[in-house]
């Protein structure tokens, strides 16, 4: 006669590739039934955004069903994150991670993988927020297509207006698009604190920092704000933009932060009339420069008129359904760096070691 016991060993044969474990060690089994030779369970994963899920939806269900006396195999695939923070802090009650994306230098892109992997997040059933730190060039509302006013709660808090599923706020909110803003460091280590203390954003698995490019004021100011999770470093190919970036590599080590892996953008044309490839600005250095640091690669970006064409309209193209090869490329490139912190979060990750530069 079939029990429980029975399935939850044929369960076990099933791992996560990431955490190295097997499903039911790790208390993804939810909810086990069996009666009459139906089994039914439930997979609970640590997002939702898992780029392994169907295969382990598959190997749990081959597995059950070639126990002797199932008929009928039911597997739900759901999720819920997990947290990287330790304790109770005035800054985001109700926020389980935080992902910054840097680079060293301007011009390669941050933004623009920024909105998309908080996109991509939303779309694989997270729920994301979206902070544009970049006081001087906030150009998250255009690529997102979000407007003012904001709403404020009885407590006075400022509600971020929600977009393409993510929540967002950004010092663009604030000012005309002709107004510059011109602040020395402690104006703006008080607004950073104001995005992190006086938003209420709600509950949210996870909350994208899109960064100014550099290592200055706010860089460090946020680090010292709030614990993050980790973080990003967006990078193009070519060597000077891989220099810079191992600069900002460096300052999140000796700031404790976790780097997460890095994304190599633009790192290739495909010419649309004859489809030839052209690697513009190189190709492959961010991920030379990942090896050699024993940072996570998490992937390559091409640079494609799409991109550009949906950033200006407020359509990030993470919004496609994996039809154009940027839509395809943020998706992996998201499920990737939502693999890398359920790894972090469930102490299995490495120390990050330090990057040099050759």
């Not at 090896?291 to 200006?312: K, W």
Request: hydrophobic share 40%; charged share 20%.
């Amino acid at each position: 006669m079939l029990t429980r016991d029975d399935v939850l060993n044929a369960l076990q044969t099933v791992q996560d590739p990431d955490l190295h474990r097997d499903i039911v060690s790790l208390g993804f089994v939810k909810g086990l039934d069996v009666s009459d030779g139906r089994v039914s369970f439930t997979i609970e994963l640590t997002t939702p955004a898992c780029p392994v899920k169907q295969q382990m939806e598959t190997a749990a269900r081959q597995a059950v069903a070639a126990l002797p006396g199932v008929g009928q195999v039911d597997v739900t695939m759901t999720a819920r994150v997990t947290s990287s923070r330790t304790g109770e802090s005035e800054y985001l009650p109700g926020v389980r991670n935080t992902i910054a994306v840097a680079s060293g230098k301007g011009g390669v892109g941050k933004s623009t993988v920024s909105a998309n992997l908080a996109v991509a997040l939303s779309r694989a059933g997270a729920r994301v927020g979206l902070l544009d730190a970049d006081m001087y060039g906030p150009c998250i509302p255009t690529m997102m297509g979000a407007q003012g006013p904001l709403a404020h709660t009885g407590g006075g808090k400022v509600l971020p207006p929600e977009v393409h599923g993510v929540r967002i706020m950004s010092m663009g909110f604030f000012l005309p698009k002709q107004d510059a803003v011109i602040w020395r460091g402690p104006m703006l280590h008080k607004m950073v604190q104001e995005f992190l203390g006086r938003v209420d954003w709600g509950e949210l698995d996870y909350l994208v920092i899109d960064l100014p490019p550099g290592t200055g004021d706010i860089q460090l100011s946020l680090c010292q704000t709030i614990p993050l999770t980790g973080a990003v470093i967006v990078s193009t190919p070519q060597d000077v933009a891989l220099e810079v970036a191992s600069k900002a590599i460096l300052m999140f080590q000796k700031l404790k932060v976790p780097v997460l892996g890095i994304v190599e953008n633009m790192s290739y044309h495909r010419c649309a009339h004859c489809g030839q490839r052209e690697d513009i600005f190189g190709h492959g250095g961010a991920r030379a420069a990942s090896e050699r640091a024993q940072i996570p690669f998490l992937g390559e970006v091409p640079l494609h008129t799409a991109i550009r064409v949906n950033s200006d309209a407020g359509q990030p193209v993470a919004l496609g359904n994996g039809d154009t090869p940027g839509a395809q490329a943020f998706r992996e490139v998201a499920e990737r760096l939502a693999a890398r912190v359920s790894v972090l979060n469930a102490g299995a990750g490495q120390a990050e070691p330090v990057l040099v530069v050759r």
